[in-house]
Structure formats: C-alpha cells, structure tokens
Nanobody
C-alpha cells in the first residue's frame, strides 16, 4: 500500500510556471511508474505525463509536450511535474498516481494509487 500526497498547485498567469510535487509513503519500492493526470469540471480525467521507475523514460500528452517535464527522485520518494508556459486550458485539478504494472501507462485504470489532487488555475 502506497500513500501519495501531491502539492504545489496555485494561481498563475498565462505563460507562468508551477512545480508540482508528489511525495510517496508506505510501501515505496522504487519500481513504480509514476504519472500525472488532470481533471477539469465536467471532464474525464486526462493523462498528462508519466515516468518509468528509474526516471530514464518519459511520456507526455501531445498537449503538454515541450512545456511540461516530469522527473523523479527515488531517494526522496518524490515525483515532480515542472510546468512552464502555462495556458488557461491547463486549468484543472492535477493528480499524481503510481502504477505497479505498466511502464508507460496513459490511462487512469492502469494506476493503483492516487494523490488527493492539487488545483492549478491559469488566468488569461
């Protein structure tokens, strides 16, 4: 069992940056794929980015390529999402998640553990 706490959201202007963090506790073996998803009101949860267990392979949704960077520090049991060039359409609740069976999971059902979510709001 793994517990995830995601933090770092806030209100920023278009073009600004935020860095989200996700701290894991409990059974925190390093061989988990970590992902970020987001969900806007009335919308389905949407894949944003994922990183494999050793941090060497990343995968991004087309909508965030070139702007967002996912990374992890296994020694600290923490995954990050650096978000640059934010746009109003990035506004959503962002969730970190952990998958124990998929290396490049891009669907919510592939993830076993979830953070509580952190709100990101981008104004125009």
């Amino acid at each position: 069992q793994v517990q995830l706490v995601d933090t770092g959201g806030g209100l920023v202007q278009a073009g600004g940056s935020l860095r989200l963090s996700c701290a894991a506790s409990g059974r925190t073996g390093s061989r988990y794929t970590m992902g970020w998803f987001r969900q806007a009101p009335g919308k389905e949860r949407e894949f944003v980015a994922a990183v494999n267990w050793n941090g060497r392979t990343t995968y991004y949704a087309d909508s965030v390529k070139g702007r967002f960077t996912i990374s992890r520090d296994n020694a600290k049991n923490t995954v990050y999402l650096q978000m640059n060039g934010l746009k109003p359409e990035d506004t959503a609740v962002y969730y970190c998640a952990a998958s124990r069976t998929y290396e490049s999971g891009s669907y919510p059902w592939q993830y076993n553990y979830w953070g509580q979510g952190t709100q990101v709001t981008v104004s125009s």
